[in-house]
């Protein structure tokens, strides 16, 4: 049969199927080839499409998008979920050209809704940062005015522990800080704040007095009578301003000299009770001159006179003081100064150089006057702002 | 004849039945669940975030591949076996991992915990030999003060250790550090100062 085909008996025949075959077999070879062709480039696009939204998410998550943009990235991650399950379908589909811009169309949402989510997140964790640094440097300057206002008043333990604790919560919000968890490092800040802050208003309340009209007034009319009663009885006189750790000695109603003072820990305070560590105030004088002692010259001064007395017996009568509180006393002015800090336990101390000179200009019945201060000064203006609700500091 | 047709369709029918009935794989498709939950419950989200992340990627192509299968007339879960068997792997890896980063953070918690004590009972012993008088009386009550809320900030680190909020008590411990070298240092200048 095939052999009498190809010698040409069939001819006709051969011509008239196989002809159309063969070219049928290549117009399907050719439409094969096509839309395998159109079907991998679509494929590929889908791929790449996939690719970006992929990366896209990637790095909205690698900004830590999952703490700062969770809503917006959950809707990401969902848009590029439904975009793959479309992929799926179009590659699975018995046609074999998928609908690539569909899906394309799809990731390229995911990947837009990735890089809103990626800014929102780099722009929230921009403003933490700057606001926790800010609070922490808040922070640390509150607590820093709190310290120095530790040095000036005696802080009672609950009150030092206060500043401890505030200390404490600074240290973990740098701690936060430094891991990354600014939530956690600003709340720490603003409790350290909240502590500082409760140390100054205790400052501040201490401070009232200094800011106090008739507290001042007091106080300059006991310096401007000390230095009367010098100049007209032509001695020795001496004035102490404790806000401004100043000795003045006055002789014949002028300024001799000028001397720098440490004085109690407690000096902020008027001296109530024994053991307060604060320096009294009030209008004294000496009543013995020692040589050598514990620290170095000293001048005893007549503390309690009559007016500590009655104010004392005042305070334990309305409960101010327990009824197991003593007055005190010798308070001195002494040498072992010039620390630069108050260390001692309500006495006035000067350099011992500056004692042998005052040892020599002054002696028993000089009288000594110890004021608060002479002006409305740092300390005043401090307890008004704190009144006032503005931050500030004393010094 | 009659009987040969009949065989056909019954061969057809039988194919067209097993090819449309294929079933997804639940049992894989359940383990991929389980471990995944397994993961978040062990703190990989704190602790192993990236191998949740991977695991969870995994899993949102399971999901992706079933719900293409499910729309078809002869769905086919070959590949969704496969991608649950990687999700599942994905998912225990991230438990493995959780656990192990849940660790250090313990164990860097302990670490500071422990150099927090140590210098809290030197700074202690320092201040109790520091020379006592009028000078210095109020400084070391203070100091005292300073050094027993540092204390409580270790017992607070303790505390948040047997909490699991690791981070919390690195924090508390890595403050209470700072405090008890901050009195450390006071007391040696002022015995340094005193000796001259």
Redesign the interface.
Known sequence: MIHKWVLGANRQAFWRWCLPAACAALLLAVVSFVVHTIGSRRDADMHAAAGAATVAIREA?AADA?TWAPDELLAA?AA??RS??A???E??RLWPIPDSARVGADYAEAERAAQRTLKLARDRVATATRVTAAAIAQASDDIAASDQL?TSI??D?AR??LL??A??????A???ER?G?LG?AAA?AYDARELARLVRDHAAAVAARYADAETLARWRRWKEETIAWSRREGRAAIVVAKEAHLLTLFVRGEPARTYKVDLG??WIADKARAGD?ATPEGRYRIISRRTAGP?YKALLLDYPNAADRVEFSRARRNGDLPPSAGIGGAIEIHGEGG?GRD???GCVAVKNTDMDDLFARVGVGTPVTIVGSDDFGALAEFAVRQRDGRAGRPH | MRSKLGLVIFVLGVAVSVAGCASPPKTEIDAVKTSIDQAVSAGAGQYAADSLKSAQDAQGALDAELKAQEGKWFPSYTKATELAAAAKAAGEKAVTDAAAGKEKTKAEAATAITDAKALLTEAQDLLAKAPKGKGSAADIEAMKTDLANAATAITDAEAAVGGERFLDAKAKAESAKTAATTVKTAVETAMAAKKK
């Open positions: 998550r999952v991650e590029a979920r793959l399950v992929q799926r379908i590659e699975t530790a005696r802080l333990p030092r522990g401890a604790q200390h404490l919560a600074l240290g973990e740098r701690v936060h891991e968890t956690r720490r820990f407690n560590n620290f620390r260390w001692t336990l």
